[in-house]
């Protein structure tokens, strides 16, 4: 498995949504919900259009079976409202072109978000990405890393911050100011 870094630079993202945005509304959703939300992939690719009503995602994650509710946000409510308009309750939310009402597998959704790095020349990208470019513009925005260790579900708030690269910016700061 490859380590993927969250996205740091807002305007790389800003680039990034628009290019999504003009290649298809479905990849740029699929982006902009990932960033918007801390979720995994696995659970991004589940929602329906039912579950974009409420002002809140509730689920139960794929990976560990717990059961999670988190706020959306206003501005991920009204890119949803806008990309639904027309959509059935059952219909997934990232649908595939293949068969009727599936939707897209990861490997799809590692394609789209390769392509759109690949345009803004990032490397260290992924699936996993998503989650982790919302957990340090989170963790930037608001310092409380107890709040994302619980938002991640996480046993420790050490691996909250390695995990979403503040300590890889530490480093790198360290170094960068280092001399002999």
Excluded: W
């Excluded at 959509?87 to 759109?116: C, Q, V």
């Excluded at 709040?147 to 996480?154: D, E, G, K, R």
């Excluded at 530490?170 to 170094?175: I, R, S, T, V």
Aim: net charge positive.
């Amino acid at each position: 498995m490859n380590f993927v870094q969250p996205i740091r630079d807002p305007e790389v993202i800003r680039v990034m949504k628009r290019f999504l945005k003009e290649k298809s509304y479905r990849d740029y959703m699929l982006f902009v919900t990932g960033i918007n939300s801390g979720l995994r992939i696995s659970d991004i690719l589940e929602i329906r259009v039912v579950d974009t009503k409420k002002a809140y995602f509730n689920l139960i994650e794929i990976k560990t079976g717990k059961k999670k509710r988190i706020e959306m946000t206003p501005g991920l409510r009204r890119e949803f409202k806008e990309y639904c308009e027309g959509k059935e309750d059952h219909e997934y939310l990232f649908l595939s072109r293949e068969g009727i009402n599936k939707p897209i597998g990861r490997s799809m959704a590692y394609k789209i978000l390769r392509e759109a790095a690949e345009y803004v020349s990032l490397d260290d990208i992924g699936t996993h990405t998503l989650r982790k470019t919302f957990g340090y513009h989170f963790y930037k925005k608001y310092g409380n890393v107890a709040m994302l260790q619980q938002i991640f579900n996480h046993a420790d708030q050490e691996t909250t911050l390695r995990y979403i690269g503040i300590d890889q910016d530490e480093m790198d700061k360290a170094m960068k100011g280092f001399k002999i």
